[in-house]
């Protein structure tokens, strides 16, 4: 079952690397711990059970005359000097018949001593017995058994300075992989804000720092390798959709903004109340197109579409938008419009400028017009109600001179 967390519940990469950090030393360092603990008991075995036979074997030695003359005293008096300064805990002497012949232990308190017992009693589990020798023959021997309170303290002293070294060491070991683990975490939180830029803001000009570490180093560059093709692609996608964008918008014979333009526009225009209270639309028709497509050819009627969109161009200058909608059909956006008579001006104007005949590119000019309609934007609510109105005023202008050449 998949389980989702919250942002607040995702733990940072910066948070489990250094859980990671800490629960692995912690780990190495406690095992290493019990390895040395267990090496350095057994060690400690080793060395007190040598310790114990040599001391064993200078006993023998020197309990040989006591031995030999049969001196429990002297036996006895040279076991206690001996174990007096802690080089066992019990000592027996037996004679070359095993009799008991001399036995020194030390006292010690059993409430205090029960655990040293309990440690001597596991590193030696039987006493160390060496025997005496006379002239080659053996007269007796020494079983020892160590002193349980000298083995506890080494093992104390040995355990506390191995535990002390342990925490140094792990203290060490956090220090300097906190600090490797820094340069790891800093270089790859540049990576991810270099990405995250990238994605929500489409910021394709954002690369990554030189890192420290080689290999974030090499991965950097090739990061910003593939964000410098990235922002090729973009930039190129983006050429693309604008000369799109510039098809999709424009008319190709007279690059003016077509039909689809002209619908984003007026749509924009009535939806804004500043603009559409000084506003204007045009409609304009050509007369008679048919006749030049019919008696020149639509290579002729082209040149005259041509040069039909220059003239409103320069008309319209930057104040004003012409479009073309189809065909010989026209439309221009009037801005800062005060009222009808300064439309039916500016109507006046435009018709002067088809004044000249048009050249069609054949040896032959012609005379062309258009028939101008007007609607302003303030008076509709609505653009069907705006062009209707502009489209019905062209057709009145263009009968009217229908019947003027007719009469």
Known sequence: MNKDFSAAQRPTFKRTLRRINMTSIVITMTLAWLILCVVSVVSLKQYAQKNLELTGATLSHTIEAAL???????????LASL???GQFARADVFDKREQLFAHWTYESEASSERFNLMISRWLFPSPTTQPVIHNGDVIGQIRLTAR??????FIWTSLGVLTACILLATAAAMVISRHLHADVVNALQNIADVAHDVR???NFSRRVPEERIEEFHHFAQDFNSLLDEMAQW?????AKNDQLLQTAMHDPLTGLPNRASFRTHINALMADPAAKSGSALLFMDGDDFKYINDTWG????????????LRLVEFSGKAYHAFRLGGDEFAILLSNISDELQVQRLCGE????????MSMHNGHMTPFSLSIGYALTAEHGSVETLLEQADKKMYLMKNQRTRTLSS
């Open 234 to 238: 973009q930039h190129s996608l983006q």
């Open 148 to 153: 349980d309170s000298l083995i506890s303290h």
């Open 83 to 85: 174990g007096k300064q």
């Open 350 to 357: 435009l018709a002067q400028r088809f004044t000249p005949p």
């Open 200 to 202: 929500t803001n489409r």
């Open 298 to 309: 639509h290579a002729a009627g082209d040149y005259v579409l041509i040069e039909t969109a």
């Open 68 to 78: 030999v003359f049969r001196d429990e005293t002297a036996a006895t008096d040279t």
